[in-house]
């Protein structure tokens, strides 16, 4: 099952923060609403474990980063 948090489009635009977690690839994605981020996860019962973490580095306006 994907659990994931999405951001809502509103307008004028607002910058949500979303981040997605899929278990079945053990994959993590998300967006700072400009920038996106990518990599593996393992969780346990009081653990979040992120690896392989990759990150765009785009030039984004009126996002307030």
């Keep these: 099952a994907n659990?994931?948090?999405?951001?809502?489009?509103l307008?004028?635009?607002l910058y949500i923060p979303s981040i997605q977690f899929d278990e079945a690839t053990k994959r993590?994605?998300?967006s700072d609403g400009c920038n996106r981020i990518?990599?593996?996860y393992t969780a346990g019962t009081?653990?979040?474990?992120?690896?392989?973490?990759?990150?765009?580095?785009m030039a984004?306006?009126?996002?307030?980063?």
């Design 38 to 40: 990518m990599g593996s």
């Design 3 to 9: 659990k994931s948090v999405k951001s809502q489009f």
């Design 11 to 13: 307008y004028p635009p």
């Design 60 to 65: 984004c306006m009126n996002n307030n980063n």
């Design 46 to 57: 009081d653990t979040l474990q992120l690896s392989q973490l990759a990150t765009t580095r």
């Design 28 to 30: 993590v994605s998300g």
